[in-house]
């Protein structure tokens, strides 16, 4: 469990930051969405599932990086 809160909180892992749960749900929802239709009708793309993936992974990223500076910092020694 502690492994999904890091994932989603902030930089002081106790403030969920909304870009990173986006991001999270993102690319839950485009790996199952691939795979239902990889079960539906039997044909893959690897080219174009690459260029989708890679497009989803850098655009969450620049999300979470645009939104850094507003995240707050964990107290240093405090």
């Known amino acids: 469990m502690n492994f999904i809160k890091q994932l989603i909180t902030g930089v ?10 986006l991001w999270v749900v993102g690319v839950i929802a485009f790996l199952g969405l691939t795979g ?6 039997g044909a893959f793309d690897m080219v174009n599932y690459a260029m989708a993936y890679s497009g989803l992974l ?3 990223a620049a999300g979470v990086k645009i939104k850094a ?7 240093e020694g405090k």
């Open 36 to 41: 239902f239709q990889v079960y539906k009708t």
């Open 58 to 60: 850098a655009g969450g």
């Open 12 to 21: 002081d892992n106790q403030t969920v930051d909304v870009a990173r749960v």
């Open 69 to 75: 500076s507003t995240e707050p910092r964990p107290d």
